[in-house]
């Protein structure tokens, strides 16, 4: 191995694909039954975090820099000066297996720039994945990245041996896709979407006939957005999610605060700073989607545009809908309790257990973990009442904020300091 | 009732016989403390108890009864955690659970089964940690090698994750602090206590000792990390967070060749 070589290419290439944010590594059912290498059967792992407080979990790379399109968000566009480079596939198969040997990784996240054509990329990035599971007798996780426009087969064929397949709609409005990829079209990134999610939906119904029915892409599809690019609202990116997770039986969307990396004057300018607590409101609003049974439409709506950056979206919308609380801990059922700021779901399930044996009062509220100093308004439990009741909710929000110790707090301070 | 100290063998099993003798000879337990440590009651009787196989099955058996595999698993892990004073935590618990007829393990509002899982999830997090962090180094001899000091006593339960994820390699995880390993030879994972050089090193260490390539590895990874990073999002405090400090020294990327 020309180590200096590789090294110089490992730099390139790692940092062109680090804008990509999907990290995850779970989900997917790859057991080491033959004394190979690796297991994906259980939690994926995060063996280390970036600086910048990520997720490190799996050996994310282009294949190659090279591009032929030149989309104004992206840095690795035709129009960007920087230095190219390309792997060979026995290369990144090797850099896999060995940074794998040594626990450093989860498996192996390639995307690529486009060389030549869709499917020519397409095809160079299947062959490094059944490289490594045909040769290596590799178990790992493989996420591989769809490039819009690569064709049925090869959509069909990416799926077997990777576990998570991924096209990015980068943009959340077709009319931003427009103004920032003109040479890209919205159905290049639904096509190989629609084809690994009828592909999964194929797997699933022949597998329970017959066993040895080839796994197919078995920790499901994901995509990202770039938010903040193209002045989108929270609506317009959360619609496009929910639109995503309903029709397309997406298992994660991601949403990237977008970096500025060029003074292209349809986007924001370089040193404009990257909409971090949008981008973690837009996380918080998924999860409330996902896992605590919220529709989209409850979130955000036309009288509701965009999330409130000072409170996160679950307080946000149990002030906006006062006359649900308080509720009694003790008696009010799961879904209406997922819904009051400050219990998350696993206090949630602790609660559920805890009051079979006994009412539960503050005391045992604080100590099974739940955030009181935003819960105790919501709610009422076996003790004298604390909420207050004739409180406007424009006052509640101030008087949260005033008590929360949240590193923004300083942020949105709507006090003035003196000094 | 007898008011008495129980001081055992510092096992699991040990711990279990502890329960049974309790049970048995209906005392009141003040303490319950590993060989080698005092006591901090002045006037209560000591009891040396020792380990009988017979007692611990059917200890074991009567936990798996009142328990789930979960709460069983709660037992042993906040066992593992080795916080002084946990075994009379534990035996509190066990004693909670053996009188009442629910299923007392989910009670959340009672002192000991709340602290209880609070110790085992803190050796739970200790145990994804050292699944993370641990970095295996190639020795000469084709041994991937890797040196550990958990806070809590994790060998015993990460064992099972290396073992079906590396099949194919021989691998060795030694902890430092407890002066104890395990060695998988590509049969069976075994425990070993030996004598390790001095310039082995956690990260880096004494090129001598490793095989042809092994330190670019390390650079490379190293090299890897430092590519990720998107310098306009840094954020130091949630890094610190995620890789608390005190493992730096076993990550290459953290600590790289010292």
């Not at chain 1, 999907?22 to 039954?33: A, D, I």
């Not at chain 2, 534990?90 to 110790?119: C, N, T």
């Not at chain 2, 060695?183 to 990260?203: R, T």
Request: charged share 30%.
């Amino acid at each position: 191995m020309d180590f200096d070589r590789i090294k110089e290419k490992l730099n390139i290439l790692a940092d062109a694909a680090k804008y990509d944010v999907s990290c995850s590594s779970s989900g997917s059912k790859r057991t080491n039954t033959k004394k190979g290498l690796g297991d994906s059967s259980g939690m994926g792992i995060c063996h280390s975090y970036t600086q910048d407080g990520r997720c490190v979990s799996l050996l994310k790379i282009l294949l190659t820099n090279h591009c032929i399109f030149d989309c104004a968000y992206c840095v690795t566009r035709k129009s960007n000066d920087i230095k190219r480079a390309a792997f060979k596939v026995q290369e990144v198969v090797d850099l896999t297996i060995s940074f794998y040997r040594r626990n450093y990784i989860e498996g192996l996240f390639l995307s690529s720039g486009i060389f030549k054509s869709p499917d020519h990329t397409m095809e160079r990035l299947i062959r490094v994945a059944k490289k490594l599971r045909e040769e290596e007798n590799f178990n790992g996780y493989i996420h591989l990245k769809s490039i819009p426009g690569a064709s049925d087969e090869l959509m069909r064929e990416a799926g077997l041996y990777a576990d998570r397949l991924s096209v990015n709609i980068e943009i959340p409005t077709k009319s931003g896709l427009k103004l920032l990829a003109p040479e890209k079209k919205h159905e290049d990134f639904m096509k190989p979407m629609e084809k690994v999610k009828n592909e999964i939906i194929q797997y699933k119904s022949e597998s329970k006939l017959i066993k040895s029915t080839p796994k197919y892409a078995p920790a499901g599809q994901s995509t990202q957005m770039i938010v903040g690019a193209t002045g989108e609202s929270d609506r317009d990116i959360m619609y496009s999610s929910a639109f995503f997770y309903k029709n397309y039986n997406m298992k994660r969307v991601y949403y990237s605060g977008y970096v500025p990396i060029s003074n292209d004057p349809r986007l924001p300018a370089l040193g404009t700073q990257v909409p971090m607590m949008r981008e973690n409101r837009l996380y918080q609003t998924d999860w409330l989607m996902r896992f605590y049974g919220y529709d989209v439409r409850e979130l955000l709506n036309n009288d509701f545009q965009h999330l409130e950056m000072d409170i996160d979206p679950k307080l946000s919308y149990a002030l906006r809908n006062r006359h649900l609380f308080p509720v009694d801990i003790n008696k009010v059922d799961r879904q209406l309790l997922l819904r009051v700021p400050g219990i998350g779901l696993k206090s949630v399930n602790k609660i559920l257990q805890a009051r079979k044996f006994r009412k539960l009062n503050w005391e045992h509220l604080q100590k099974i973990g739940i955030s009181m100093n935003r819960a105790k308004y919501f709610i009422t439990c076996d003790a004298r009442e604390k909420e207050l009741k004739d409180v406007s909710s424009e006052n509640l929000k101030q008087l949260i904020i005033q008590n929360s110790f949240s590193k923004y707090r300083k942020e949105f301070n709507q006090q003035l300091s003196l000094f | 009732m007898k008011s008495v100290v129980l001081k055992y063998d510092g096992s699991f099993p040990g711990f279990l016989t502890c329960v049974f003798n309790a049970y048995e000879q209906k005392l009141e337990i003040t303490e319950i403390i590993p060989e080698g440590e005092d006591q901090k009651q002045l006037f209560s009787e000591t009891l040396e108890v020792i380990t009988e196989d017979f007692k611990v099955q059917r200890v074991l058996k009567s936990l798996k009864k009142k328990l789930s595999s979960n709460g069983v698993k709660r037992l042993y892990y906040s066992f593992l955690s080795e916080i002084p004073g946990i075994e009379l935590k534990m035996y509190d618990m066990i004693r909670y659970v053996y009188s009442s007829q629910e299923k007392a393990e989910l009670d959340y509002s009672h002192p000991s089964v709340l602290d209880i899982s609070k110790a085992a999830k803190q050796v739970g997090r200790e145990k994804h940690r050292m699944e993370a962090f641990i970095r295996f180094r190639l020795t000469k001899d084709d041994l991937y090698f890797a040196v550990i000091e958990p806070d809590f006593n994790v060998l015993p339960v990460i064992t099972k994750h290396f073992k079906s994820r590396y099949a194919d390699q021989r691998w060795l995880i030694y902890d430092l602090k407890r002066k104890l390993g395990v060695h998988y030879d590509l049969q069976k994972a075994e425990y070993v206590s030996m004598e390790l050089p001095e310039d082995i090193g956690i990260s880096g260490g004494n090129p001598d000792y490793f095989a042809e390539g092994e330190i670019y590895f390390q650079h490379l990874w190293k090299e890897y990390f430092d590519s990720t990073n998107i310098k306009s999002r840094v954020n130091m405090r949630l890094h610190i967070q995620h890789v608390p400090k005190r493992y730096w020294k076993y990550l290459s990327e953290k600590s790289p060749f010292a």
